[in-house]
């Protein structure tokens, strides 16, 4: 972790120089929010999700998984209300220039809030509700025309596709906009097959798509996006205790990250601004380059998702507690991941600048990413003093026999001290060199990233020293 501030621009240079993060469909000009993980983002965004797996399912004993179909019948959707106003965005539109703003977004910049100024709107009479619009919005932001914007109209976030060769209302199915309903709708069988008993929790990590109007901040908000969630299934009477409970597990997750946690805060959402399902909801909140915003979001959705499933299926989804004998439809409190949010906080949290000594004793300028051995993309780099056949012969073998347990990077190109800050820049925890004197010592340099210091250690223990220090 770091105490450096770093801006937007370094953090998105960084990725794509590094291959982190690339911009979408680059060689045909790029597509607009469309982002692609590199050969260092996938390892990163991999380790993410293999902590928060270990963490939440492998390491807990009422957990399950789950990893469900992206296309689920519209049926789905319609009952748990997001065909509905419920899963949409205000939106507003320039008569002149045809620009969408999200409103919502607009007013927020400005201090406003839209859920007041929405009921507001309502309390206006008819004939004055147009004037009332132009004076809330002002000029729009990307012709600077005044008094253009149409009425407020909500905007639906869901991809809407089609099933099967006819594009027509029978065949009309969406991209799911969150992982969470398939938790729901397979909570039968997943009773059933796993024999848990409430309290018990589904954990599910995949894709979700949602037509945002205005995506951006680099991979913060984006159109296809990867989630970490958990539908938590509980007796009505302890909703509170299971909150705080996964309040503390999410931050005990922040911090197994590495992000900064003096960066974060809660946020009680209000009545107006929680989600339709949501009796209570706590959002997460990071201190972005480019401002607080959420990172995760905790809510108590009730029964709302099961009993409503119920109610339009026509199924049974009542539990019965095998102890007392009492009936009973589950509550739910739901924590949600984001996992490119995880990727963006975890960048900005370990990205570190110091001064150092150069080769010629003049002061230079070292990039680091302080990962968490966890989160670090490669765990060590293996490289030859010098690109001699007599140290390759030495270093490859060693190099792939390490990578039987971590991920590897093999290097022998440029100078030593030029890999190192290569190495330090993408953050990689340990360096091994192998030299001359290895020919004859059997023995390599093994470089901590974070102290620079550099101790020999013998081949024969290579490996337990460094799983050691991994840990």
């Not at 799911?176 to 397979?186: G, K, W």
């Not at 049974?316 to 739910?332: G, L, R």
Request: proline fraction near 5%.
């Amino acid at each position: 972790m770091s105490n450096h501030t770093v801006s937007m621009e370094t953090i998105v240079a960084l990725a794509k120089n590094r291959g982190f993060v690339f911009p979408g469909s680059e060689m045909y000009g790029g597509m607009a929010n469309s982002w692609d993980y590199g050969p260092l983002g996938v390892e990163l965004k991999n380790n993410i999700k293999r902590l928060w797996w270990k963490m939440f399912v492998e390491e807990r004993l009422d957990m399950v998984g789950l990893d469900a179909a992206l296309i689920m019948s519209p049926k789905v959707w319609e009952a748990s209300g997001h065909l509905s106003a419920g899963f949409a965005d205000p939106l507003i539109e320039c008569k002149s220039c045809h620009e969408r703003i999200r409103v919502d977004h607009f007013l927020e910049s400005k201090g406003k809030s839209w859920k007041e100024e929405e009921a507001n709107l309502k309390a206006v009479p008819e004939a004055e509700k147009d004037a009332f619009v132009q004076a809330l919005f002002g000029g729009c932001p990307h012709c600077g025309q005044k008094g253009t914007f149409a009425m407020p109209r909500q905007f639906n976030l869901m991809f809407k596709t089609y099933v099967g060769p006819a594009e027509d209302a029978a065949s009309i199915a969406y991209l799911r906009p969150e992982t969470a309903q398939a938790m729901f709708v397979d909570f039968p069988q997943i009773l059933n097959t796993s024999r848990k008993r409430v309290p018990f929790g589904v954990a599910q990590i995949g894709k979700a798509f949602r037509n945002e109007i205005t995506p951006g901040n680099f991979i913060f908000r984006q159109r296809e996006f990867e989630q970490m969630e958990i539908e938590y299934f509980i007796h009505p009477s302890i909703w509170q205790e299971a909150f705080e409970m996964w309040l503390k597990e999410m931050y005990r997750f922040i911090a197994s990250c590495g992000i900064d946690l003096s960066r974060t805060s809660n946020l009680e959402v209000p009545d107006l601004e929680r989600a339709h399902y949501s009796k209570r909801t706590v959002d997460v909140e990071f201190e972005y380059p480019f401002g607080r915003k959420e990172l995760y979001g905790l809510a108590y959705r009730t029964d709302f998702d099961l009993s409503n499933h119920a109610k339009a299926s026509g199924k049974d989804i009542v539990y019965t507690d095998p102890i007392t004998n009492e009936k009973y439809v589950p509550h739910v409190v739901e924590p949600s991941f984001g996992v490119d949010r995880t990727l963006l906080a975890a960048l900005v949290s370990a990205y570190d600048e110091e001064k150092v000594k150069d080769a010629e004793g003049g002061e230079d300028v070292r990039v680091v990413l302080r990962f968490p051995a966890a989160l670090a993309p490669i765990k060590i780099a293996v490289l030859p003093l010098s690109k001699k056949d007599a140290l390759s012969s030495v270093a490859r073998p060693l190099a792939e026999r390490l990578a039987k347990q971590w991920r590897v990077d093999y290097d022998e190109t440029q100078s030593i001290g030029k890999r190192y800050r290569r190495q330090d820049e993408i953050g990689t925890p340990f360096c091994v060199t192998v030299d001359f004197d290895s020919l004859n010592d059997q023995a390599v340099t093994v470089r901590d990233r974070d102290t620079m210091k550099q101790v020999r250690v013998p081949l024969a223990e290579l490996e337990a020293y460094v799983a050691n220090k991994l840990k």
